[in-house]
């Protein structure tokens, strides 16, 4: 986007020379990596890189692997801390083999481990490094064995040039405001925060801090690696801590003392736009698919393809697992790797149109005998089409990064949720006309009629999920609800009719097991539903004032009026225009993050005299980061801001995950938010 072409490549080289680093240390080796290291290298090239580098394995990090006898060397790639589980995980699998060379890679650097370990001290060495290197030792049972550790910033993974997600922090996201109250749980009365823009970052909880210091260290080796020199903004509670971690770290001000190229990063709290990470009116393929398709094994921001139709076995319930799964992700393909990035910027029709474009060319240069036919694509035109590359290995082969991203768009365009999405596009429109012409008990009397029990649903009824989704985006839309009478009763009529659902359900999703505690349906109480209903408002309640405190980003949708229907506005989309604004106005919400004794003395000034204060688009990159995923048609409509203001600036868009709409309940309702898993 000015796209960030020219920057987005060094940002893409710079993750691409992250996994030559590693490379480098696993010729004639077993590699054992973690999930979110994993997730970096599929979209960087994935395993086939790490066996044309000379690998002899990879196997998943768990204690149930190990090396085979005569197997003498071992690389660990780990995202976490080498301690607690990690550390106990690495024993297990070194004691279970006969390594005499084990090489350990984390993503973690030596300040955060020192910091992990309550160590305030700056040290010369690397000594918690060297210290487990000795354990490596210890644990191959001969202190002349070899164990090495190195850490390298294994952060980003290119999605296109443009957009990068944090594989490692795709279960981090932003404070909802239920947080603030178990934060203040643990602080004594007089010293309870009265809002979470009050809460610091030594306020939080030890795993927290550990997990915001390591996305920053990590930040801070990218940004090193690519020499820049930014300046750090935020919108949003926790954008506000994590940014001003960055600005104050003290190995990111030396490096600043340095850097070449000038940034701005601004960091958004996805809480503040909830709805646009759970609406539907985007109009994208690459959406539709990612909302579509099961997620790809140990991945979270992509999907698995069933490729059983490109063989001669029958596709059925018990041959979907025999055949390796396909995925969106197309690195090492050329041409793959150029429809997908068509994909993922295209509107859906338009998408769908170059999918098939190029299957025809595919097959043409293959002479293989396609039918042309003009007009409307349908998924059983693209599937037949697909059906001509089976009959040859060679051509099958050829293309096989195409006839995944086909197989994607067919599975996609025939399955039962695609025709559920007009639907809620549908419901949602209706929403927003809705709260235009009245308030929130209307919406929520609305909604209550499409609740229906397990056994009263068919195929295009909303499941619980899919309404625990619809009931994100109303609330996340509204603002703050007058809270009367009138509101009580709609909601308790929409408690019971979730509560009936929820005891009704046979088998319980991955998501509703998370909120309940219960690995089944059986073991739900009437008392266990009830308090997660109860919760689940609770939160509801508490999004509705997430931007209380903002001034010009306080609503997300604009009225209706004689011309026009009332129409929702995407946070980002609002951010984006305040910032490429030509008058450049003070970004009153858009918080500065880097100024210090500088800052405090310019603020001074300022009273006497005209003091320009520092704007994002001051310099010619600017990075925004989602702090807590975002979606495709967030990044497209990033991608048209850009196109249509033409600013001085190119646009990079990092993220913690590619985000659907399920994602988004389960990171609000299921998720520990205060205190995640890093493995200590």
Known sequence: MNDGAGMGSKFVGIANHVWEKVCEKVKRAVVFMDSGCAESLHWVGGISKLLQAGAINVKEFSSFEAGLPGQ???????????????????????????????????????????????????????????????????????????????????????????????????????????????????????????????????????????????????????????????????????????????????????????????????????????????????????????????????????????????????????????????CLSQPNDPSSKALWESMLNMKHKEAVMEVRRHLVEAASKENLPIKMSLGRVTPEQLNSYVQLFKTNLKVLENHCGLLQLTMATVQTLRHTCYTKWDNFLAFERLLLQTLDDSDVPCVLTQLLSIIKPHGERDALDYNLEEILVLLVYIYSVVGEPKLDETMDKAECAVKKALLRSLCDEPNLSQILQQMTGCSSASELTSNIATDVVEQVFEILRGITRARAHMKQFKTLYSPGGNTHQAMFQPLVKQILEEIFRPDRPDTVDIEYMSGGLTELLKTGFSMFMKVSRPHPSDHPLLILFLVGGVTISEVRVIKDLVSTYKPGCQVIVLSTRLLTPLDVTQLIFANDRLHPDIGV
Not at 128 to 151: A, K, R
Request: hydrophobic residues 40%; proline residues 4%.
């Open 72 to 326: 003498v060397k071992a690389v660990f790639v780990v995202s976490t801390l080498l301690k607690g589980r990690t550390a106990d995980i690495i024993r297990d699998i070194v004691t279970l083999s006969s390594f005499q060379y084990c090489v350990v890679i984390t993503a973690v650097s030596h300040n955060v481990h020192l910091f992990a370990n309550n160590v305030t001290a700056e040290l010369e060495q690397d000594l918690v490094f060297e210290q487990f290197g000795e354990l490596l030792c210890q644990w191959m049972g001969n202190m002349n064995y070899t164990g090495e550790v190195i850490h390298l910033p294994i952060l980003i993974a290119p999605i296109v040039p443009h957009l990068f997600i944090t594989t490692a922090y795709s279960s981090f996201f932003s404070f909802v405001p239920q947080d603030l109250k178990l934060i203040n749980n643990t602080r004594p009365d007089k010293k309870k925060f009265g809002s979470l823009n009050d809460v610091d970052y030594h306020s939080l909880p030890f795993q927290l801090q550990t997990q915001i210091r390591s996305l920053v260290s990590s930040l801070n080796s990218v940004f090193e690696l690519l020499q820049l020199k930014e300046e750090c903004f935020a919108v949003g509670p926790t954008s506000r801590i994590i940014a001003g971690e960055l600005a104050n770290y003290s190995q990111a001000k030396q490096r600043r003392k340095y850097g070449q190229f000038k940034a701005s990063i601004v960091f958004v709290d996805r809480t503040l736009d909830l709805s646009g990470s759970v609406a539907h009116h985007g109009d994208s393929l690459v959406e539709k698919i990612l909302n579509t398709l099961p997620k790809f094994p140990g991945l979270a921001s992509d999907v698995q393809v069933n490729m059983v139709d490109l063989t001669a076995v029958q596709n059925n319930e018990e041959t979907e697992n025999m055949i390796a799964p396909g």
